[in-house]
């Protein structure tokens, strides 16, 4: 008899967000959440597909699944998420259920081997979630997209975009600010192509502006946005809105205008930085104080089919006018079922993509001790996530990973005044005051 259950979950907040949901659907029927795999009577693996390594550490489970079938009568295993079919295929053999996170509110049926219908719609984002933190929220306004970036598995392993209804998102995001949750991310792949289901004049800039109006001390921020859809309303509304913390992921991929055109990122080098110019002037005119400098980070392949050391070199040289406060780097490498899988060769070294990747690095790591400076000797406001080693680590309203020496205890999930101390490349240093 299943008991306990145990969620295992690999990617990104969309993820995370899923798993929340996941955790609340078994507590409605009686289960209760195990804090180690080993006591469990049910695990879940909701996986992630678009990055090789997290299909890798799924293999790598396997036979800990074969130790718990043999320890434990009844044990099952399921398998959901963003699930690519040459994934699917893979796993079929190691887990008892492979199913579809859409499907989330029939589970118990099929757990319990009853027949459901295929075709019947469903919305498992109706599904109130179980929040794994009592301070940071997770919030999807979408599932899916419709950009075919020719390297990306999205499209194929979440599927096409579907929005949610304005009102569910306001909802869900007034229920946790009446709980006192101190920050808010909306998610979704590309959350400024937002468009209601329920009126489609209601954007996403509208979303931002009826989110700020809801009354509670909360940080609001979001992930992932597309440069395609960084409207001038966009941007003046962010930085008009006070609640939205002056950070913002924008995802750049390359700075080579040929490289983005067989991404098919549909703008240029010169149009990305005009983006970035727009943001940081509405910010500065709109905002005060240390509100003015918002933070901007962005995402980068290194070693896309094709690019030659010049093209690289021009993502370098994005990222020095560009003057990033973070970014995540990735050296390429082709996801099945994309079009780059399908029609193109990998053919940059794997000695080159090193490199590279290490070379863009030390490039950031330049252009964020710059951008840091402003913040040296300064008090700002900051969140904390956890204790480690003596001292505290939380972020600042620009996002700024934060190392903080305070004496008092408990205060994990408070906001705190903090003067910086000490400033590093791609992170700061603070004591409480």
């Not at 080993?38 to 990055?51: G, K, P, Q, T, Y």
């Not at 459901?116 to 306004?141: A, C, E, N």
């Not at 306001?170 to 009126?199: H, Q, R, T």
Request: proline letters at 4%; one cysteine or more; aromatic letters at 10%.
């Amino acid at each position: 008899m299943i008991k306990k259950y145990f969620i295992l979950t690999f990617g990104c907040q969309m993820n995370e967000s899923d798993s929340e949901r996941m955790a609340s659907l078994f507590e409605s029927i009686g289960l209760k959440q195990s804090l180690e795999i080993e006591s469990a009577d049910l695990v879940i693996v909701n996986m992630c597909s678009v990055r090789q390594s997290a299909v890798d550490r799924i293999l790598g489970i396997a036979n800990k699944f074969k130790e718990l079938r043999q320890k434990k009568k009844g044990f099952k295993a399921i398998l959901t998420g963003c699930m690519l079919d040459p994934d699917k295929d893979k796993f079929i053999k190691i887990f008892d259920f492979v199913l579809n996170k859409e499907d989330l509110e029939v589970w118990p049926q099929i757990l319990a081997g009853e027949g459901i219908s295929s075709k019947k719609k469903r919305d498992y984002l109706k599904i109130t979630p179980k929040q794994s933190s009592s301070f940071q929220g997770f919030v999807p306004i979408s599932n899916g997209c419709d950009n075919f970036c020719t390297y990306c598995a999205v499209p194929y392993a979440r599927g096409r975009l579907i929005c949610r209804k304005h009102t569910d998102i306001l909802k869900e995001v007034k229920m946790l600010a009446e709980k006192g949750y101190k920050e808010i991310w909306l998610l979704g792949e590309n959350v400024n192509s937002y468009l209601s289901p329920a009126d489609k004049k209601i954007n996403f800039a509208d979303i931002i502006r009826r989110i700020d109006k809801i009354k509670g001390d909360f940080w609001l921020r979001f992930t992932s946005p597309h440069p395609k859809d960084f409207s001038d309303e966009l941007i003046e509304t962010l930085a008009k809105s006070p609640k939205f913390a002056p950070y913002i992921n924008l995802p750049a991929q390359s700075g080579d205008d040929e490289i983005l055109h067989k991404m098919n990122r549909p703008y240029s080098s010169k149009k990305y930085l005009e983006v970035v110019r727009k943001i940081r002037k509405s910010f500065a005119e709109n905002r005060v104080g240390l509100e003015k400098e918002v933070a901007i980070s962005t995402d980068i392949i290194v070693g896309f089919p094709t690019e030659t050391k010049k093209q690289f070199l021009n993502t370098v040289k994005l990222f020095n006018l560009a003057k990033f406060d973070m970014a995540f780097i990735a050296q390429y490498s082709p996801r099945p079922q994309s079009h780059c899988y399908k029609n193109m060769k990998d053919d940059v070294k794997k000695v080159d993509k090193r490199l590279r990747h290490k070379e863009l690095t030390e490039t950031l790591r330049l252009v964020g001790l710059g951008r840091n400076k402003v913040f040296l000797n300064k008090e700002i406001s900051v969140l904390i996530f956890e204790k480690y080693k003596g001292y505290y680590l939380g972020r600042s309203r620009q996002n700024k990973a934060i190392k903080i020496f305070s004496k008092k205890e408990n205060i994990i999930g408070e906001k705190i005044n903090v003067r910086v101390i000490k400033v590093l490349p791609l992170s700061l240093e603070a004591e409480q005051v």
